[in-house]
């Protein structure tokens, strides 16, 4: 059986815990680590990953960050040359960029951190570079996630001191190739 959408899922992180797949988190905590058992729903347009923007947040430009791993749940199969990307709301007024943490693609269930760790979510992670792919011509790359394996995505959010909306947020695409 090949893998499918329902096999690539999103999972929240858990700075606190001490291995990967062992901790619940909420957004506002997942600031690296470890992959939590949080799952985070991206079948819908994200405007659950971070919180609302006060109107001192918005005025000030205020730089925030997340760490959401991606996770390879078929039982056999590894998702080769996997990619991600983003897909922002039209009239967004986040300006919404991604990374892949250093680390890479691991074994969720490793003893050794999975991730950098940021203390605060205004703290950018080190090592991350920020790009912003919106199309699968200019997604980045994950590389091969073999079956049970996780690789870190930071998002960075940026408010661009626009007009308030009630909702705002971006959709995470990934694809990949199977091979028997």
């Avoid at 929240?12 to 939590?36: C, E, H, I, K």
């Avoid at 960029?97 to 490793?110: H, N």
């Avoid at 996630?145 to 959010?157: D, E, K, P, T």
Wanted: one cysteine or more; glycine letters at 8%.
């Amino acid at each position: 059986m090949p893998i499918t959408s329902k096999d690539i899922r999103f999972y929240l992180s858990a700075s606190n815990a001490r291995q990967g797949w062992s901790s619940a988190s909420t957004p506002g905590q997942s600031l690296g680590g470890y992959v939590s058992t949080t799952e985070l729903n991206v079948s819908v347009p994200l405007n659950n990953l971070f919180g609302d923007v006060t109107g001192e947040q918005n005025e000030a430009g205020l730089t925030d960050y997340r760490c959401v791993f991606i996770r390879n749940g078929h039982s056999l199969l590894t998702l080769r040359d996997a990619k991600v990307w983003i897909e922002p709301f039209s009239y967004a007024v986040a300006m919404v960029m991604v990374g892949i943490d250093s680390i890479g693609a691991v074994k969720q269930d490793i003893i050794a951190r999975q991730a950098a760790v940021i203390q605060l979510p205004t703290n950018a992670p080190v090592g991350v570079v920020f790009y912003r792919p919106t199309s699968k011509a200019t997604a980045l790359s994950l590389g091969n996630l073999i079956s049970g394996s996780v690789c870190a995505v930071w998002v960075q959010r940026s408010i661009r001191n626009a007009e308030p909306v009630d909702e705002d947020g971006f959709v995470f695409r990934v694809v990949g190739e199977t091979r028997r």
